[in-house]
């Protein structure tokens, strides 16, 4: 059983920067891809970035790229998602998930587990 728990959402201004967190419990954490995911009112849940379980690949939605980072540091199983240039369209709220198996099909909202997510609000 993994248990993943998000932190610092927060209230920016539009163009200000955050740092969320992803820490996570559990075992074989270092086996687990991990990825954000954010949800807006209204709107379906939809894929932002990923990272591989050993670090070496991320990828991300095009509506972020340039602006977000994501990071991991297996040593705290912890999973960062650097965001920058903020918009109002990046409120939403960001979920933390993990996969096992392929690197691939990001853009399909399924994981083996969630986090209880964190809300980003941008305002102008």
């Known amino acids: 059983q993994v248990q993943l728990v998000e932190s610092g959402g927060a209230l920016v201004q539009a163009g200000g920067s955050l740092r969320l967190s992803c820490g996570a419990s559990g075992r074989g954490l270092s086996s687990y891809h991990r990825g954000w995911f954010r949800q807006a009112p209204g709107k379906q849940r939809e894929f932002v970035a990923t990272?591989?379980?050993?670090?070496?690949?991320?990828y991300y939605v095009d509506s972020v790229k340039g602006r977000f980072s994501i990071s991991r540091d297996n040593a705290k199983n912890t999973v960062y998602l650097h965001m920058t240039g903020l918009k109002l369209e990046d409120t939403a709220v960001y979920y933390c998930?993990?996969?096992?198996?392929?690197?691939?099909?990001?853009?399909?909202?399924?994981?083996?587990?969630w986090g209880q997510g964190t809300q980003v609000t941008v305002s102008s």
């Open positions: 998930a993990a996969r096992t198996g392929a690197y691939s099909n990001w853009n399909i909202p399924v994981a083996d587990y």
């Open positions: 990272i591989s379980a050993s670090g070496s690949r991320t």
